[in-house]
């Protein structure tokens, strides 16, 4: 199964992540879940500084993390995901 989570400077919140993490069925691997959060609070934290002092309006950080069971995707991004964004996500 493919997860794409969108990342923005204030959301989702690490709980929110760990709540789509443990929805997967079969489980997520608990070493990879661990690798995923700190990825997670990587890309949030740098969004976070390039928003604070408006490097770049751009700012885009992408990870992917599998078990070999799933693919987790991280898409960091300043501006919330358009419908259309969305949309092509439904058809990848």
């Given at each position: ?38 990825s997670y609070r990587q890309i949030q934290s740098r ?19 599998s078990d070999g069971k799933h ?22």
């Amino acid at each position: 199964m493919k997860k794409k989570i969108y990342v923005l400077p204030d959301s989702p919140a690490e709980n929110e992540v760990k709540e789509i993490l443990r929805s997967l069925s079969p489980p997520f691997n608990p070493r990879t879940s661990e690798q995923l959060l700190i990825s997670y609070r990587q890309i949030q934290s740098r969004l976070r500084d390039a928003a604070i002092n408006k490097i770049a309006v751009n700012t885009h950080h992408t990870q992917s993390v599998s078990d070999g069971k799933h693919t987790v995707t991280l898409v960091g991004q300043m501006d919330t995901p358009t419908r259309f964004q969305k949309f092509l996500d439904i058809l990848r």
